[in-house]
């Protein structure tokens, strides 16, 4: 049986290719395949797909952030939040403008806003690995001051 046994190992060893296929075999396999028993490489279990500890995803509301130039800093426009993550999350922002912060979760403007479209990315993180973040645009548009209501209904 010793003889068979080296007999096989012997045949995998003369080609490289074959070789790695064959790594997970053990002597106890090689017995079992001489006898016709042929159990198949290992399983292996797959990993879930997500990133560490909860893969959330950063949400904001409202979905998109458009505001006047006239808001007073401290003002908050967006509420930040991580759907389908676990743990509390902790907030930091990127904002090469330097016009917007994040307090607890929530977006607000730094200082005086000027008009123009600036991009941020919102991070987060939960300690446990989970780090997921979200690029969007803030809008700012110009606040002229002059609305006049028109109610074509009544005429004036």
């Known amino acids: 049986m010793v003889e068979k046994k080296k007999l096989v190992r012997a045949k995998l060893d003369q080609n490289p290719r074959d070789q790695e296929s064959y790594d997970w075999l053990t002597e106890d396999d090689l017995v079992d395949i001489l006898r016709g028993l042929d159990p198949g490489p290992p399983r292996r279990r797959r990993r879930r797909g997500d990133s560490g500890g909860g893969a959330g995803v950063v949400v904001i509301s409202p979905s998109s952030i458009a505001i006047f130039d006239n808001v007073v800093p401290g003002t908050t426009i967006a509420t930040i939040s991580v759907a389908g993550g676990t743990g509390t999350y902790?907030?930091?922002?990127?904002?090469?403008?330097?016009?917007?912060?994040?307090?607890?979760?929530?977006?607000?403007?730094?200082?005086?806003?000027?008009?123009?479209?600036?991009?941020?990315?919102?991070?987060?993180?939960?300690?446990?690995?989970?780090?997921?973040t979200l690029t969007t645009t803030v809008t700012v548009a110009h606040f002229s001051g002059t609305y006049v209501p028109t109610y074509y209904i009544y005429g004036f």
């Open 90 to 132: 902790t907030y930091t922002l990127t904002d090469p403008s330097g016009q917007f912060t994040i307090v607890g979760n929530q977006l607000q403007t730094l200082t005086s806003v000027i008009a123009g479209s600036f991009p941020i990315t919102i991070t987060a993180s939960n300690g446990l690995g989970d780090n997921p």
